[in-house]
T-cell receptor, first 111, second 117 residues
Framework: AQTVTQSQPEMSVQEAETVTLSCTYD???????LFWYKQPPSRQMILVIR??????QNATENRFSVNFQKAAKSFSLKISDSQLGDAAMYFC????????FGKGTRLHILP | KAGVTQTPRYLIKTRGQQVTLSCSPI?????VSWYQQTPGQGLQFLFE???????NKGNFPGRFSGRQFSNSRSEMNVSTLELGDSALYLC????????????????FGQGTRLTVV
């Protein structure tokens, strides 16, 4: 069965600093996708970044980048130059035949 | 383009009652998935529909059911409500042209907050 584990329930980072959110997963599939979603207080889930398992190159989207270690089944999210608007719950997700989410990491941005 | 619309946004029900939640996907999206979100369990997959057929099902009791209509709109029904069913129910739609397209982004609605008293 697929599992997604986020070991940090909460994290804080100073504005303009860099923070890394951890995620590990398990799947028996060789072909899958990984996602990071953001859920601000408004509750709307928004896709932050996605990574194809067959691609070795780490995905980047502006200030957001991932460190994808396929052998270790690790998929961490790095947020550079943190902004107040980055405060939210962040969910790591694995998709093979369905999307499975981790329990989330609540990120606080300190002004 | 309108986003995923879930109705109602808030709902209060009594134990033992049943409830129906509605989800209208983004125009052109044929895949609809449902999730239950609680503080303790996080986001748990309920089921996924594609072209009116249930394609995947999570680990929930039979009290939880769903369906999808020919216009891709989906409903989720919970019968004999229990206190533990209190949660945020999220619906997500994807543009799947057929089969399972794994890189397809899921677009989420704002959810229905169900409180069972």
């Amino acid at each position: 069965a697929q599992t997604v584990t986020q070991s940090q329930p909460e994290m804080s980072v100073q504005e303009a600093e860099t923070v890394t959110l951890s995620c590990t997963y398990d799947t028996s599939e060789s072909d899958y996708y990984l996602f990071w979603y953001k859920q601000p207080p408004s509750r709307q889930m928004i896709l932050v970044i996605r990574q194809e398992a067959y691609k070795q190159q780490n995905a980047t989207e502006n200030r957001f980048s991932v460190n994808f270690q396929k052998a270790a089944k690790s998929f961490s999210l790095k947020i550079s130059d943190s902004q107040l608007g980055d405060a939210a719950m962040y969910f790591c997700a694995l998709r093979d035949d369905k999307i499975i989410f981790g329990k989330g990491t609540r990120l606080h941005i300190l002004p | 383009k309108a986003g995923v619309t879930q109705t109602p946004r808030y709902l209060i029900k009594t134990r033992g009652q049943q409830v129906t939640l509605s989800c209208s996907p983004i125009s052109g999206h044929r895949s609809v998935s449902w999730y239950q979100q609680t503080p303790g369990q996080g986001l748990q997959f309920l089921f996924e529909y594609f072209s009116e057929t249930q394609r995947n099902k999570g680990n929930f009791p039979g009290r939880f059911s769903g369906r999808q209509f020919s216009n891709s709109r989906s409903e989720m029904n919970v019968s004999t409500l229990e206190l533990g069913d209190s949660a945020l129910y999220l619906c997500a739609s994807s543009l799947n042209t057929g089969g399972i397209t794994m890189n397809t982004e899921a677009f989420f609605g704002q959810g229905t907050r169900l409180t069972v008293v």
